[in-house]
């Protein structure tokens, strides 16, 4: 990467739900000088009362169906989206998308934050 360019970062959540953890990552994501930093969402059930508000943010959304059987896929596919979209950083909110980003981005080598 060089140092004109944005540094990437996911933000993994489990839906746009209408809740406290919904509401600060909008508020943050809002928030970013778009010329440094380089957004994209990570979510289990992009569905819920905010969803319209995290659409018009004009960030990547990228829907991963997370089910209790199919966490190991998950991981693959999340692990795979990483390594693609070239993310730097994953920041992760809530117990699940906790578990699948904390083992997605040490697979594909980067740091995250829970």
């Known amino acids: 990467m060089r140092n004109d360019e944005p540094i990437r970062f996911a933000v993994v959540l489990g839906s746009f739900g209408a809740g406290g953890i919904e509401r ?5 994501l809002r928030s970013l000088d778009r010329n440094q930093y380089a957004p994209e969402i990570v979510c289990y059930k992009p569905e819920g009362g ?10 990547p959304i990228h829907a991963v169906r997370l089910r209790r059987w199919n966490l190991p896929s998950v991981v693959r596919a999340v692990t795979c989206l990483f390594r693609e979209r070239r993310i730097g950083l994953v920041h992760s909110h809530a117990y699940h998308a906790d578990v699948v980003a904390r083992f997605a981005a040490r697979l594909a080598g980067i740091p995250c934050v829970n």
């Open 50 to 59: 905010l969803c319209d508000a995290f659409a018009a943010l004009d960030i």
């Open 24 to 28: 600060a990552v909008l508020t943050f």
